[in-house]
Each structure stands twice: as structure tokens, then as C-alpha cells.
């Protein structure tokens, strides 16, 4: 069948009692719309039967040994003969006489078509309250602000892409994230994108479903939580200086009277420490990005090649050195008047108001140094 010009791909473990609606529902849109088609069920590990129910339907099975929703999607899409994939669930919940919106978008030289079944209608039963008002809106929500995806439905398990692009994303997921992963790295990777409404169904199970809404929730936040260093790191790191950075502008001065309230040193030392875990979460945010662009988790950017010519050691040592002259100079500075003193009481207003700056300029000197040590072993294997 070297001639497929479609594979539809459904992962399945103990499907057996809707796995033969889905496979014939495909092979009569296969027949009414003349494609050239397969079916592909990527099984997990069935007892059920469903393996010899699917091959007596004409359907091929791949035994896909490590256990997970996408470990079982990727298996299929290996096996897949068509130049066109189609995946959607063997449980009988989604429709697959809509085969064709999605194939037409394909032709059109769409790379991954999404379906939306909140453009196509969810119907009663189908999807639990919590899914479908929270937890789906707010993970569409952060996938979209994040990575700027035009999806509206992040989680549809209706979508179809050419067999080519699916194998320039290199998909390592293989649990519920999966469906994450597609899109992020789909948008990374600079797929052309569209979306088809897709209806969904009470599945046609008699037995609680595989998916958990609440870890699975998770792993999917997780998952575009470390795919965006940004977000992650890179925001709240800056957020924690610019707050810490301007403490110390109205404190170092003296007292600040707001009202009946005074912030003074104690609240100066809180400020240091936003700027110490500020500085850090950046330094993470260039670290996470770099290991993900040479261990091949993302795609290059084009701008990479200036980024790493920019942050080299030579330059965070640099760095790294004048912000340790700085807290050298303010703790002479601190400990200069005290030696004049003989080593005796040292009035704390004073004197923390030059030792807290002088600190973190220490700290930041070591965070920078240790942080562009780090950031070179790591460009070694990119070179």
C-alpha cells in the first residue's frame, strides 16, 4: 500500500468495545469520500482482545510495549504508511466521518490541522464540568499566552498533519502531555496551522477512562511551564529585581515612613535576597534555553548564533568581576569606619545599609561566575 495517501492512528488499550464503531466508521469515510486510506491502532498492551478485533477489520496493529497515551500515538505515526495522519481515540467519542475537514486542509498544505469541539459542539455527558469551564480554557489559555498558538482547544484529540512535519517535531512525550507537545513544538518548529470544528461524544465505554483530570492536568501544565524558560524564569526573575532593585533605591537613603508603618533595614535585607533569587531564576531562564536548543528539545532560533556569541565566559567572568569589585569596595567601606571605632558597637542602621548592597553585589558575583562556567560546559557539545 505504498500509495496511502492518509493513516489514521488510534491508540488503544482494552478497547474492545468500541475499537470496531471506530475502525468501520473510518473505512466507510474512507469508501463514500474515495481516499486512499489505512487504520493504525497502536496498542498498549491489551487483554481484552482488541488486537485480534482489529486485524479481523482490516486494520493493522503495532504492539507498542512502553505504556502511555503518546507512547502509543508515536508507535502509530512510525507505522503509518500514509502521507497524511489522521489520530483520534478508539472509544467511540469523537466522529470520524469528519475525516475529511481535516484532509481537505492537509491538501490545501495546512501541516497540523487541530479539530475544536468547542466550535463543534461538546454534547451532554461528554466532557466533566471541570474540564470543559477550567481546566481545558485555562491550559489553552496559558498555551496561547505563552507561545502565541492560534488553537482555541489545545486538547482536542481529533487532529491530522503531514507525516513529514510530525517527524521534523521529534515527539518524546508519553503520557497525556503529548497533546502539549505536539502543539508547542508544532508552533516552534513553524507549522502552518489552522483548526476545523470537531464534535465530541459521551464515549462508549463501560468503564471509567484512562485520562485523570487532575494529574494529567498537571503534566500538562508541567509541560509548558519547562517548554517556556520565559515564563518560567525569565519573568518573575526580572519582576523579583525590578522589586528588590527599587527597596534598595528608597531605603539605602534612609527610613521609609509610609503612613504609620516604617520599613527600614529588615526590609532592605528582604529586597537583597528578591534581587539574589531574581538574578538566579534569570541565569536559569539562559541556562534551560541553551540545554534545550542542544539537546534538540526546541529548534534554533535564528538569532541563536548571536545570543552565543554575546554570552560567552569570557564576558560572564567579566561581569561577574566588577559586580565582586563592587561588594569588595562597599565592604571596605563598611568595615573602614568600624575599624576607626576599634572593633566596637557599629550603629545597624548605618552600617547595614552599606553591608546589604556590598552582600548581594558578592553573591551576584558568584552566581554570575558559577552560572557562565556552566552555561560553557554546556556550549561544548553544541560545538
Known sequence: MDDVELTVVMPCLNEARTLEVCIRRVKDTFDRHGVKGEVVVGDNGSTDGSQALARSLGARVVDIPVKGYGAAL????????????????????????EIPRYLARLRQGDELVMGNRFAGGIKPGAMPWKNK????????????????????????GLRGFSKAAVERLDLRSTGMEFASEMVVKARLHGLRMSEVPATLSPDGRDR????????????????LLLYSPRWLFLYPGLLLMLIGGAIHVLLLPGPLHIGDTELDIHTLMYGGAMILVGAQAVFFAVIAKVFAITEGLVPEPPEAQRWFRAITLEHGLV????????????????????????????????????IVPSVVMLALSAQTIFSSFLLSLLGMKRT
Do not use: K
Request: charged share 15%; aromatic share 16%; proline share 8%.
Open 319 to 354: 561581569v561577574g568581576g566588577v559586580f565582586g569589585v563592587a561588594g569588595v569596595i562597599g565592604s571596605l567601606a563598611a568595615v573602614i569606619p568600624w575599624a576607626q571605632t576599634g572593633f566596637g558597637p557599629y550603629e545597624p542602621q548605618t552600617a547595614m545599609r552599606i
Open 133 to 156: 469551564w477550567v481546566g481545558n480554557p485555562i491550559l489553552s489559555g496559558i498555551g496561547r499566552l505563552f507561545f502565541r498558538i492560534p488553537v482555541r482547544d489545545f486538547h482536542c
Open 208 to 223: 471509567p477512562p484512562h485520562l485523570n483530570p487532575w494529574r494529567d492536568g498537571w503534566r500538562h501544565l508541567r509541560f
Open 74 to 97: 508515536r508507535g502509530g505515526f512510525s507505522a503509518a504508511r500514509g502521507q497524511y495522519i489522521v489520530m483520534g481515540d478508539s472509544d467511540a467519542s469523537y466522529d470520524f466521518s
